[in-house]
């Protein structure tokens, strides 16, 4: 999940292992919930798209695997709609966009056949303060973290992994928080943490300092937010996946930029 410096921030890993070592890596391990949800999607709370207009998806692959699947185009959204998600700031409040949301050759993850950053690398200096995005409750705090950031299937032949080659430090210090509104924030490459598993926590509020854990190139944050009801997945690279033993799978993310307020100078947010 991200970098800093010319080049962007980046460090992207997944499972907690970087998968390149040029610029810095978003992180990904959240890379990028647990195994597939095993209770029945909630109401969808989004209209279906007004007839004759596509319906919404990160591309035609997406689209594609939504229709194998049999879930019909307008109706692939089970989680609330961004567009209706409020209370969002900025946890890095004076950061650099060091790697946007989107196709970048540094992503982990793969989509319509290009590798994409499934989130924002937010970066300033190394101990500066993050604060949380959102008011919630946290779920996975420090290096223990992949049953709640949405991957789907078995975790074991990665867990094995990390325990034989001694991978744990290798992994980023991460928070996840549960925002309270269908939605999941997901902090990671902290120096350290000010907050615990269970903790409530305020929009604004500390929760942990800017750093550079799990293989990133300079201290940063990465950022990213999903909804464990979503029906959408994304695909992680084939050897980023045959490397690490993780799961072909993960839930689909939101592009933050959707829900943070706008600044001057940034991208405009992709639509899911």
Same mark, same amino acid.
């Given at each position: 999940?991200?970098?800093?410096?010319?080049?962007?921030?980046? !460090? @992207?890993?997944?499972?907690?292992?970087?998968?390149?070592?040029? &610029?810095?890596?978003?992180?990904?391990?959240?890379?990028?919930?647990?195994?597939?949800?095993?209770?029945? &999607?909630?109401?969808?709370? +989004?209209? &279906?798209?007004?007839?004759?207009?596509?319906?919404?998806?990160?591309?035609?692959?997406?689209?594609?695997?939504?229709?194998?699947?049999?879930?019909?185009?307008? @109706?692939?959204?089970?989680?609330?709609?961004?567009?209706?998600?409020?209370?969002?700031?900025?946890?890095?409040?004076?950061?650099?966009?060091?790697? &946007?949301?989107?196709? !970048?050759?540094?992503?982990?993850?793969?989509?319509?056949?290009?590798?994409?950053?499934?989130?924002?690398?937010?970066?300033?200096?190394?101990?500066?303060?993050?604060?949380?995005?959102?008011?919630?409750?946290?779920?996975?705090?420090?290096?223990?973290? +992949?049953?709640?950031?949405?991957?789907?299937?078995?975790?074991?032949?990665?867990?094995?992994?990390?325990?034989?080659?001694?991978?744990?430090?290798?992994?980023?210090?991460?928070?996840?928080?549960?925002?309270?509104?269908?939605?999941?924030?997901?902090?990671?490459?902290?120096?350290?943490?000010?907050?615990?598993?269970?903790?409530?926590?305020?929009?604004?509020?500390?929760?942990?300092?800017?750093?550079?854990?799990?293989?990133?190139?300079?201290?940063?944050?990465?950022?990213?937010?999903?909804?464990?009801?979503?029906?959408?997945?994304?695909?992680?690279?084939?050897?980023?996946?045959?490397?690490?033993?993780?799961?072909?799978?993960?839930?689909?993310?939101?592009?933050?930029?959707?829900?943070?307020?706008?600044?001057?100078? +940034?991208? @405009?947010?992709? @639509?899911?």
């Amino acid at each position: 999940m991200p970098l800093i410096g010319a080049q962007p921030v980046v !460090t @992207e890993q997944v499972a907690g292992v970087t998968s390149d070592s040029p &610029p810095p890596v978003a992180s990904v391990p959240l890379s990028d919930p647990p195994a597939p949800l095993s209770d029945p &999607p909630a109401p969808l709370s +989004d209209p &279906p798209a007004p007839a004759g207009e596509p319906p919404r998806a990160i591309g035609p692959a997406v689209q594609e695997k939504a229709a194998t699947e049999g879930i019909p185009f307008g @109706e692939r959204f089970s989680a609330p709609s961004p567009a209706s998600l409020a209370g969002y700031r900025w946890p890095l409040p004076r950061g650099r966009l060091t790697l &946007p949301y989107g196709p !970048t050759e540094w992503g982990t993850n793969v989509v319509d056949g290009q590798r994409f950053h499934d989130g924002i690398d937010v970066a300033t200096f190394c101990g500066d303060r993050i604060a949380a995005a959102h008011d919630g409750t946290v779920l996975a705090a420090g290096r223990d973290y +992949d049953d709640v950031i949405g991957w789907h299937g078995d975790l074991g032949p990665y867990r094995r992994l990390i325990k034989a080659k001694h991978y744990e430090r290798s992994l980023p210090i991460t928070l996840v928080i549960d925002d309270g509104n269908g939605y999941r924030s997901i902090y990671a490459h902290f120096s350290r943490l000010a907050v615990m598993v269970g903790q409530r926590v305020r929009a604004g509020q500390l929760i942990g300092y800017e750093g550079a854990t799990g293989h990133a190139t300079g201290c940063h944050l990465h950022y990213s937010l999903f909804s464990p009801q979503e029906r959408r997945t994304i695909e992680v690279r084939d050897d980023v996946r045959r490397r690490l033993h993780v799961p072909r799978t993960r839930t689909a993310r939101i592009d933050p930029l959707l829900v943070l307020p706008p600044r001057k100078g +940034d991208p @405009e947010p992709l @639509e899911p």
